[in-house]
Every structure is written in structure tokens, then in C-alpha cells.
């Protein structure tokens, strides 16, 4: 029950990964390599979701948009570091609960 309680806490989290990986794979190709930043905007927003959560991530992402214009000077802008993650983040990219053994 505690597992599936999990999961469902770190669905909208995983709902917006998955948004993220169609856009890298569909949309993002269209446009090249026109991030003024390192990672892209789109990397950065996937690993905002993954490291910090659905609210955080998407908070993250938004102020990174707003940063990504013609007049920024662009360069590396990796995002903050959580002190402490309670989850494991699949190698498909998706978060998925750490449960301790008792």
C-alpha cells in the first residue's frame, strides 16, 4: 500500500518527464542546436522534474525560458542540487520510489 501511495505521489512528476522525452524526441529535433545554454532548456527541464519534483521543476523550467533570449549571454546553468533524494530515477528517466527494507 505504502508503494502504490508512492507512485501515485510521483505521478504528476513522471506524467511531466514523459511530456518532456515525446517534446526532446518529436518537436525538439525541428529546431537544432539553438540553446543559449548548456544543458538545452529541454534537457534542463527534464532533470528539473526528475531532481526537484513537479511544482519546483516546473518553476525551474519557467525562469529558465524566461532567461533563454537573443540578450542573455547563455553558458552552463545546471539545476540546483537537492541535499537529499528519496527516489531513483530509472534508467528510462522516470522516478521511481526508494523503498527501505526494515
Not at 505504502?2 to 525541428?30: F, H, T
Not at 527534464?46 to 537573443?70: D, H, K, S
Request: charged content about 20%; aromatic content about 12%; some cysteine.
Amino acid at each position: 500500500m505504502k508503494r502504490l501511495a508512492l507512485e501515485l505521489w510521483l505521478l504528476p512528476r513522471n506524467a511531466a518527464i514523459g511530456i518532456m522525452k515525446l517534446y526532446r524526441r518529436v518537436i525538439s529535433p525541428l529546431y537544432g542546436d539553438v540553446c543559449r545554454y548548456y544543458p538545452s532548456c529541454s534537457r534542463y527541464s527534464m532533470e528539473a522534474y526528475q531532481q526537484r519534483g513537479f511544482l519546483v521543476g516546473l518553476g525551474l523550467t519557467i525562469w529558465r525560458l524566461l532567461r533563454c533570449n537573443p540578450f542573455s549571454a547563455g553558458g552552463i546553468d545546471d539545476v540546483p542540487q537537492r541535499s537529499a533524494m528519496n527516489f531513483d530515477i530509472h534508467p528510462s528517466g522516470f522516478v521511481r520510489p526508494r523503498i527501505r527494507k526494515a
